[in-house]
């Protein structure tokens, strides 16, 4: 098929509608488990936080109690804090490792400097109010807002409430991009930070492969091709979230409405919109075909791979045309693969000593290139 020509993939067996239904919450219960004397002891923390936040904001904590407890694959515990019988109404973000703050440091400043953009509007309700920060013990910690809903990954074994659910995510992805949207010219700054910066981290990553020559010689024809296809091109920049996918999205029972957007720790301003975009499409095409990184649906679509029915419809509903077009296509999946992989590389800088992980999800992709 090529690459603008949109097919239907075959209907999802029952044993795939039972694994998506399945799959994330005992992925959840496994890492509490692995965990468990973590959790347990930011738990003991979370009184004297809640002191604080109380200290911090007037807000009254007298009878919350730890609602739920959760250990990210990023090695943060999140507590949720609730009233009895109430919803949560406060969120703690204890992270275990020095990257684990600086992310949350990034979190913060991202959501404050968005907080104060008056062009977002009502957008501001998507969006977790941070109330407090500080350290317990040698423990930092992030307390914000709680916001409503349950995570979009939730209702992907629902064909019909997962559809609502990234059509309306579509639909809020694209307000905020109008909301924050300024015309430009892609200048050497701009270029050197979309490519020059992630190909500097995935060249120091990829060092001691062992076709490190040939592996930078073809990192150098992406970025001179880059370049080319971008310098003195006028385009579309705004803010963008830079992990938009369906774990990071809330959404009501029933897909129908999203209620917010957490984790802004990859976000930045004078972005390109189809970042945030693919990232939401190749995510859940991954989880929809059970592969465990995107290194596959990379290879499809790097190789002329056509949209599905399906994700060819969410991107007209964000107006997109560039991901159809495949020469734009392209650019903008080397621009979205180069991003992803930096942020990769930075988060698990182990990766890159595990040549196995590289061979697969790196110089494989590089082939497709």
């Avoid at 965990?35 to 930011?42: E, K, P």
């Avoid at 003991?44 to 007037?58: C, K, N, Y």
Wanted: hydrophobic residues 45%; neutral net charge.
């Amino acid at each position: 098929a090529s690459p603008g020509r949109p097919v239907i993939l075959p209907i999802r067996s029952a044993t795939n509608h039972l694994s998506l239904r399945l799959l994330p919450p005992v992925g959840s219960t496994w890492r509490r488990w692995i965990h468990r004397r973590d959790l347990a002891r930011t738990s003991e923390l979370v009184p004297a936080i809640l002191s604080m936040v109380e200290d911090q904001t007037g807000m009254p904590f007298t009878l919350a109690r730890v609602h739920r407890t959760a250990w990210t694959p990023t090695g943060v515990v999140v507590i949720s804090v609730a009233q009895p019988g109430q919803p949560p109404i406060v969120i703690l973000k204890l992270p275990q490792s020095p990257a684990g703050v600086a992310s949350l440091e990034r979190h913060a400043a991202t959501l404050t400097a968005l907080f104060a953009d008056s062009r977002l509007g009502d957008w501001h309700t998507l969006l977790p109010r941070p109330l407090a920060r500080g350290e317990i013990d040698g423990q930092f910690f992030l307390a914000e807002e709680a916001l409503p809903g349950r995570e979009a990954r939730f209702l992907l074994h629902d064909p019909a409430a997962s559809q609502r659910a990234h059509e309306c995510a579509v639909a809020g992805l694209s307000r905020l991009h109008r909301c924050t949207a300024s015309a430009i010219t892609v200048d050497g700054e701009l270029l050197e930070r979309w490519v020059g910066r992630p190909l500097a981290i995935i060249r120091r990553s990829s060092a001691l492969l062992p076709q490190s020559t040939n592996v930078n010689r073809h990192l150098q024809e992406i970025e001179q091709h880059l370049r080319a296809e971008l310098l003195g091109r006028a385009v579309q920049v705004g803010w963008i979230h830079g992990d938009f996918w369906v774990s990071n999205l809330l959404v009501t029972g029933d897909g129908s409405r999203l209620t917010g957007v957490v984790d802004w720790d990859r976000s930045a301003p004078n972005a390109l919109a189809a970042h945030d975009l693919l990232q939401l499409l190749i995510q859940t095409r991954r989880l929809m075909t059970r592969r465990p990184e995107i290194s596959e649906v990379m290879r499809e679509l790097l190789s002329g791979g056509a949209w599905t029915l399906r994700e060819h419809r969410l991107i007209e509903a964000g107006n997109l045309s560039e991901l159809n077009d495949p020469d734009d296509r392209r650019v903008m999946l080397l621009l979205y693969w180069l991003r992803y992989l930096a942020n990769y590389l930075t988060q698990y800088p182990e990766r890159a000593s595990d040549q196995d992980w590289m061979a697969m999800h790196f110089e494989d992709v590089l082939h497709c290139v």
